[in-house]
Protein backbone atom coordinates (compact mmCIF):
# COMPACT_ATOMS: atom_id res chain seq x y z
CA UNK A 1 0.00 0.00 0.00
CA UNK A 2 0.90 3.41 -0.85
CA UNK A 3 0.72 6.30 1.63
CA UNK A 4 2.68 9.93 2.17
CA UNK A 5 4.02 11.41 5.16
CA UNK A 6 4.33 15.29 5.66
CA UNK A 7 6.45 15.96 8.85
CA UNK A 8 5.01 19.39 9.59
CA UNK A 9 2.09 20.65 10.37
CA UNK A 10 2.89 23.91 9.96
CA UNK A 11 5.84 25.83 8.81
CA UNK A 12 6.46 29.80 9.96
CA UNK A 13 9.45 31.34 8.53
CA UNK A 14 10.06 34.97 7.86
CA UNK A 15 9.41 36.75 4.35
CA UNK A 16 12.60 36.55 2.06
CA UNK A 17 13.72 32.98 4.09
CA UNK A 18 13.70 29.71 2.48
CA UNK A 19 11.79 27.04 2.91
CA UNK A 20 11.72 23.60 2.54
CA UNK A 21 8.53 21.20 3.39
CA UNK A 22 9.15 17.43 3.65
CA UNK A 23 7.18 14.24 2.13
CA UNK A 24 8.73 11.03 2.40
CA UNK A 25 6.02 8.52 0.59
CA UNK A 26 6.04 4.28 0.77
CA UNK A 27 5.10 2.17 -1.94
CA UNK A 28 6.72 -1.08 -3.69
CA UNK A 29 5.64 -0.08 -7.18
CA UNK A 30 6.96 2.97 -9.31
CA UNK A 31 5.11 6.06 -8.43
CA UNK A 32 4.46 9.61 -9.83
CA UNK A 33 4.78 12.75 -7.41
CA UNK A 34 3.09 15.55 -6.49
CA UNK A 35 2.92 18.95 -4.99
CA UNK A 36 -0.61 20.65 -4.30
CA UNK A 37 -0.95 24.33 -3.07
CA UNK A 38 -4.58 25.62 -1.82
CA UNK A 39 -4.66 29.03 -0.71
CA UNK A 40 -8.34 30.01 2.26
CA UNK A 41 -10.81 28.91 0.65
CA UNK A 42 -10.00 27.91 -2.60
CA UNK A 43 -9.31 24.22 -4.79
CA UNK A 44 -6.27 22.69 -5.10
CA UNK A 45 -3.55 24.15 -7.86
CA UNK A 46 -0.84 21.40 -9.09
CA UNK A 47 2.87 23.30 -8.57
CA UNK A 48 4.92 20.52 -9.51
CA UNK A 49 4.88 16.77 -10.51
CA UNK A 50 7.79 13.86 -10.62
CA UNK A 51 6.92 11.54 -13.07
CA UNK A 52 10.34 10.41 -14.18
CA UNK A 53 13.75 11.50 -15.73
CA UNK A 54 15.91 14.29 -14.07
CA UNK A 55 15.18 13.92 -9.91
CA UNK A 56 15.13 18.09 -9.53
CA UNK A 57 11.59 18.91 -10.54
CA UNK A 58 10.93 22.66 -11.41
CA UNK A 59 7.16 24.41 -10.46
CA UNK A 60 5.29 27.38 -10.55
CA UNK A 61 6.04 30.37 -8.30
CA UNK A 62 9.59 29.57 -8.09
CA UNK A 63 9.02 26.43 -6.27
CA UNK A 64 11.17 23.13 -6.85
CA UNK A 65 11.30 19.60 -5.65
CA UNK A 66 13.94 16.86 -5.49
CA UNK A 67 12.62 13.70 -5.80
CA UNK A 68 15.33 11.15 -3.72
CA UNK A 69 15.11 7.54 -4.27
CA UNK A 70 16.97 6.05 -1.52
CA UNK A 71 15.30 8.41 1.01
CA UNK A 72 12.05 7.78 -0.44
CA UNK A 73 11.46 11.58 -0.09
CA UNK A 74 10.12 14.08 -2.64
CA UNK A 75 10.92 17.52 -0.21
CA UNK A 76 9.59 21.32 -1.78
CA UNK A 77 11.73 23.99 -1.92
CA UNK A 78 11.74 27.66 -2.14
CA UNK A 79 14.74 30.08 -2.05
CA UNK A 80 12.54 33.18 -0.87
CA UNK A 81 9.33 32.87 0.02
CA UNK A 82 6.53 36.07 -0.03
CA UNK A 83 3.68 37.00 1.88
CA UNK A 84 1.52 35.33 -1.13
CA UNK A 85 2.72 31.87 -0.40
CA UNK A 86 1.01 31.77 2.44
CA UNK A 87 -1.27 28.58 2.06
CA UNK A 88 -1.82 24.78 2.73
CA UNK A 89 0.62 22.10 0.63
CA UNK A 90 -0.13 18.65 0.09
CA UNK A 91 2.38 16.13 -1.17
CA UNK A 92 0.80 13.55 -3.08
CA UNK A 93 1.49 9.77 -4.69
CA UNK A 94 0.08 8.38 -7.36
CA UNK A 95 0.27 5.06 -9.42
CA UNK A 96 0.68 1.42 -9.54
CA UNK A 97 -2.76 -0.50 -8.67
CA UNK A 98 -4.40 0.50 -12.23
CA UNK A 99 -6.07 3.55 -10.45
CA UNK A 100 -3.89 6.14 -10.17
CA UNK A 101 -6.14 7.69 -7.14
CA UNK A 102 -4.48 10.20 -5.27
CA UNK A 103 -3.02 9.53 -1.69
CA UNK A 104 -2.79 12.29 -0.15
CA UNK A 105 -0.19 13.77 2.77
CA UNK A 106 -2.24 15.48 5.86
CA UNK A 107 -1.00 19.09 4.93
CA UNK A 108 2.03 21.31 5.74
CA UNK A 109 0.32 25.00 6.26
CA UNK A 110 3.30 27.30 5.37
CA UNK A 111 2.80 30.50 7.09
CA UNK A 112 4.96 33.92 5.58
CA UNK A 113 5.43 36.27 8.25
CA UNK A 114 6.69 39.87 7.70
CA UNK B 1 -9.75 27.94 -13.10
CA UNK B 2 -8.81 24.92 -13.55
CA UNK B 3 -11.76 24.22 -16.07
CA UNK B 4 -14.02 21.91 -13.22
CA UNK B 5 -16.99 23.12 -11.98
CA UNK B 6 -18.57 22.01 -8.73
CA UNK B 7 -21.90 23.29 -8.03
CA UNK B 8 -23.36 24.28 -5.41
CA UNK B 9 -20.56 25.87 -3.35
CA UNK B 10 -21.86 25.89 -0.61
CA UNK B 11 -24.65 23.22 1.31
CA UNK B 12 -26.54 23.55 4.54
CA UNK B 13 -28.52 20.88 5.33
CA UNK B 14 -30.18 19.30 8.65
CA UNK B 15 -28.86 16.05 9.94
CA UNK B 16 -30.89 12.67 8.23
CA UNK B 17 -31.31 14.69 4.72
CA UNK B 18 -30.24 14.02 1.33
CA UNK B 19 -27.83 15.69 -0.21
CA UNK B 20 -26.57 15.78 -4.57
CA UNK B 21 -23.43 17.46 -5.47
CA UNK B 22 -22.48 17.77 -8.86
CA UNK B 23 -19.19 18.11 -10.84
CA UNK B 24 -18.51 18.79 -14.53
CA UNK B 25 -14.85 17.87 -15.36
CA UNK B 26 -12.63 19.54 -17.97
CA UNK B 27 -13.48 19.00 -21.45
CA UNK B 28 -12.38 15.92 -22.64
CA UNK B 29 -11.43 14.67 -19.61
CA UNK B 30 -12.63 10.78 -19.24
CA UNK B 31 -11.99 10.23 -14.91
CA UNK B 32 -13.51 11.97 -12.47
CA UNK B 33 -12.33 11.40 -8.70
CA UNK B 34 -14.31 12.68 -5.86
CA UNK B 35 -12.45 13.64 -2.57
CA UNK B 36 -13.90 14.74 1.23
CA UNK B 37 -11.11 17.03 3.03
CA UNK B 38 -12.33 17.90 6.66
CA UNK B 39 -10.38 18.83 9.52
CA UNK B 40 -9.98 15.74 11.36
CA UNK B 41 -9.55 13.17 7.98
CA UNK B 42 -7.70 15.49 6.11
CA UNK B 43 -7.99 14.66 1.69
CA UNK B 44 -9.85 11.16 1.78
CA UNK B 45 -10.00 9.72 -1.63
CA UNK B 46 -13.85 8.60 -2.11
CA UNK B 47 -14.26 7.03 -5.86
CA UNK B 48 -13.24 7.33 -9.39
CA UNK B 49 -15.20 6.60 -12.44
CA UNK B 50 -14.15 6.74 -15.65
CA UNK B 51 -16.47 6.80 -18.99
CA UNK B 52 -19.17 6.18 -16.86
CA UNK B 53 -17.86 3.58 -14.87
CA UNK B 54 -16.64 2.78 -11.59
CA UNK B 55 -12.78 2.37 -11.49
CA UNK B 56 -11.97 2.70 -7.61
CA UNK B 57 -13.08 2.92 -4.50
CA UNK B 58 -11.87 4.50 -1.55
CA UNK B 59 -13.21 5.29 2.20
CA UNK B 60 -16.64 6.07 0.92
CA UNK B 61 -19.48 5.46 3.02
CA UNK B 62 -22.29 2.87 2.48
CA UNK B 63 -24.37 6.51 2.66
CA UNK B 64 -22.55 7.75 -0.23
CA UNK B 65 -23.00 7.01 -4.01
CA UNK B 66 -22.08 8.51 -7.20
CA UNK B 67 -22.51 7.95 -11.02
CA UNK B 68 -21.03 9.25 -13.73
CA UNK B 69 -23.16 10.31 -16.89
CA UNK B 70 -23.18 9.75 -20.58
CA UNK B 71 -21.80 13.81 -20.86
CA UNK B 72 -18.99 12.52 -17.96
CA UNK B 73 -20.46 14.83 -15.33
CA UNK B 74 -20.85 13.35 -12.16
CA UNK B 75 -22.81 13.72 -9.45
CA UNK B 76 -22.37 12.67 -5.78
CA UNK B 77 -25.46 11.64 -3.29
CA UNK B 78 -24.92 11.50 0.23
CA UNK B 79 -27.71 10.66 2.78
CA UNK B 80 -28.77 10.04 5.75
CA UNK B 81 -26.55 12.45 6.85
CA UNK B 82 -24.59 12.99 9.82
CA UNK B 83 -23.22 15.83 11.62
CA UNK B 84 -19.24 14.17 10.68
CA UNK B 85 -19.93 14.85 7.05
CA UNK B 86 -19.77 18.26 7.32
CA UNK B 87 -17.00 18.95 4.85
CA UNK B 88 -15.10 20.15 1.72
CA UNK B 89 -15.73 17.84 -1.20
CA UNK B 90 -13.89 18.29 -4.54
CA UNK B 91 -14.31 16.97 -7.45
CA UNK B 92 -11.19 16.18 -9.62
CA UNK B 93 -10.68 15.03 -13.39
CA UNK B 94 -7.75 13.82 -15.38
CA UNK B 95 -7.01 13.02 -19.12
CA UNK B 96 -7.17 10.14 -21.16
CA UNK B 97 -4.20 8.52 -21.53
CA UNK B 98 -1.64 9.66 -19.08
CA UNK B 99 -0.07 7.41 -17.14
CA UNK B 100 0.79 9.73 -14.66
CA UNK B 101 -2.57 10.88 -14.25
CA UNK B 102 -2.48 14.98 -13.42
CA UNK B 103 -5.50 15.59 -11.39
CA UNK B 104 -7.49 19.10 -11.90
CA UNK B 105 -9.43 20.24 -9.05
CA UNK B 106 -12.59 22.07 -8.41
CA UNK B 107 -12.89 24.60 -5.97
CA UNK B 108 -15.03 22.27 -4.17
CA UNK B 109 -18.18 22.62 -2.51
CA UNK B 110 -18.91 23.19 1.50
CA UNK B 111 -21.43 21.15 3.17
CA UNK B 112 -22.36 21.87 6.18
CA UNK B 113 -24.39 19.39 8.32
CA UNK B 114 -26.57 21.15 11.00
Do not use: M
Amino acid sequence: AQSVTQLDSQVPVFEEAPVELRCNYSSSVSVYLFWYVQYPNQGLQLLLKYLSGSTLVKGINGFEAEFNKSQTSFHLRKPSVHISDTAEYFCAVSGGSGTYKYIFGTGTRLKVLA
Amino acid sequence: DSGVTQTPKHLITATGQRVTLRCSPRSGDLSVYWYQQSLDQGLQFLIQYYNGEERAKGNILERFSAQQFPDLHSELNLSSLELGDSALYFCASSPPGTPYNEQFFGPGTRLTVL
